[in-house]
């Protein structure tokens, strides 16, 4: 019988959060393979759709978009977990779009938070090997939100009015 081992993530006011993260050297290191199935298993239970490693207190250059729908994010896109690793963004859509967003670290609130629609990103998966890929809509503004979490930034730095940020309950009623 194998024990979930509590991972703790990291709320707003931790220095992690505010770091920017490392890269990583070791990919296929018992270590990092150990981080990645950490992070697969925390998104999961705690109903994210993505996850950045500073956010269990790990300043590395990693996370993992895993969007599904949830009771936290009901109309979120079905896709495969996708591990970034040393993710840089390549090109990015002039356009912006605002939408609203919540992080495991800022319980309890949501904010329209302005993103590029549409990205090109090059990263490493969790077996090094190089990728390029684009993503768009939802799927790119996970991936804008973990990033930050990469360059010490959270997603109400973002936010270009307090009147932006509401509370998760008040999110909720309107939709």
Known sequence: ME???????????????RKKAKKIKDIKSKKTQELI????????KSNGVGLAAPQIFISKQIMIISSQPNKRYPNAPVMKNEVLINPKIIKKSKKMKKGWEGCLSIPGIRAL?????KIKIKY?????????????GFIARIFQHEYDHLIGLVFID?????????????YFKQL
């Open 3 to 17: 024990l979930f081992k509590e991972i703790k993530i990291a709320k707003l006011g931790e220095k992690v959060l």
């Open 37 to 44: 199935s950490d992070m697969k298993t925390c998104v999961k």
């Open 113 to 117: 938070v302005p993103r590029h629609e």
């Open 124 to 136: 490493l998966d969790e077996n090094a090997n190089e990728k390029i890929q684009t993503f768009e």
């Open 158 to 170: 973002r936010v270009e009015s307090n009147k932006d940020i509401i509370t998760e309950e008040m």
